[in-house]
Each structure stands twice: as C-alpha cells, then as structure tokens.
C-alpha cells in the first residue's frame, strides 16, 4: 500500500510569487485534504477535494486554490504569495478506521518558505 | 468557533516518568482524535475515541474522552525518548470530516 507522497519537500519563494505544491494520495482514497501548519500551530484545514470537486473549505482566501486529478492526486495553488504564507503545508487522503470514523493519512509536508 | 485548547503547551521530562496531557474544549464533539507528530513529518494517528467514557489503551499510552464529550486526556506511562514529539488533538467537524487541531503538545523526553 503506497502511502501519501507530496512534493516538493523544501521550497523557498519571494513575495507576490505563485507556487504549486503536489500531492498523491494513499491507494484507494479518493478524498484528499489539504492544511497549512505555521510554526508553533497545529494544522489548519485549507480545502477538501473528493471526486475532483471541492468539497469542503476553511478560513483560507480565494488565493488559494486547489485540483484534484482522476487518479485523485492532488495540487494546491497560492498565488500572490504573502510572508505569513511560510509554512509546512500537509496532504492528507481520508480512509475510514475501525472505529467508523474518518481518519486522515498525511505526507511529510512541503515546507514553504516566503521570503 | 469550536477551538481544542491543549495544556501543556510544553513538556519535559526524563526518561521513566509518567505524564498526561490534556485536549479541553466547550464544544460538544461526536468524537476526538490524537495524532503524534515528529519533525519534519506529517501527523500520524494514534486514536480515535468516539464515547463518551472510553477508554482506550495503546501499549504505554491511555487515552479518555470525557463523559460529556468535550475533552479528552492522554496518559503515557514510563515515558521514553522515543515518545518525544508533537501531541496533537482533533475533532471532526462538518459533515466531510474535515479536522480541527489543537496547537499541540511538545513532549520532549530526556535519556
């Protein structure tokens, strides 16, 4: 069972620049999330995409956009970026535990500095 | 706003000891999660609780939701260094699941 992978790992841009960050969801999930974590900060709910429809939005401006692919591989858009954008941006695909609930796998994260 | 406050915000503590964090909050929740986080990765799931009461046990780790469903504690007996990391609650809201967290505690334990 391949897990979620997102790329890239580490990416360093200056303000007002664009950036698309990747994500492959764990086989046989087809709803992919997607949370911004600033330093310090547990992680904050950006958008959910399911059957490559968004599905789902936090507190999060139009600037930041997403796609989901027919493989359910996901990316996501900021553009304009803004300094507070730096931050570890998490993937994560929804499978559903033992316990009935949703539970959510994330990658590693792409650390996203805005300088 | 539903909002997870998490205490402490820091821990250490050396290497044998036991500890217990806490996830309150003053919403209602159908249920709680909790999630170890180390650096430069991703959250992973240790739990999930879902009644009100439960108890669930995890090898050294305990986890409680509370009666009312509200908070949540996690107890780790004979802490080791390989429980050092990120302790992070979530709960499930709106009807896709999309997960509120806390901001965390950092445990860090000392050989």
């Known amino acids: 069972e391949t897990g979620v992978t997102q790329s890239p790992t580490h990416l360093i841009k200056t303000r007002g620049q664009q950036v698309t960050l990747r994500c492959s969801s764990q086989s046989g999930h087809n709803t992919v999330s997607w949370y911004q974590q600033a330093l310090g900060q547990g992680p904050q709910f950006i958008f959910q995409y399911y059957r490559e429809e968004e599905n789902g939005r936090g507190n999060f401006p139009p600037r930041f956009s997403g796609l989901q692919f027919p493989n359910y591989s996901s990316e996501l858009n900021v553009n304009a970026l803004e300094l507070d954008d730096s931050a570890l941006y998490l993937c994560?695909?929804?499978?559903?535990?033992?316990?009935?609930?949703?539970?959510?796998?994330f990658g590693e994260g792409s650390r996203l500095t805005v300088l | 706003t539903q909002l997870l406050e998490q205490s402490p915000q820091f821990l250490s503590i050396q290497e044998g000891e036991n500890l217990t964090v806490y996830c309150n909050s003053s919403s209602v929740f159908s249920s709680l999660q909790w999630y170890r986080q180390e650096p430069g990765e991703g959250p992973v799931l240790l739990v999930t609780v879902v009644t009100g009461g439960e108890v669930k046990k995890l090898k050294r780790l305990t986890f409680q939701f509370g009666d009312a469903r509200k908070d949540s504690s996690l107890h780790i007996t004979a802490a080791q260094p390989g429980d050092t990391g990120l302790y992070l609650c979530?709960?499930?809201?709106?009807?896709?699941?999309?997960?509120?967290f806390g901001k965390g505690t950092k445990l860090s334990v000392k050989p």
């Open positions: 994560a695909s929804t499978g559903t535990g033992t316990s009935g609930v949703g539970e959510l796998f």
């Open positions: 979530a709960a499930l809201v709106g009807s896709q699941g999309n997960l509120i």
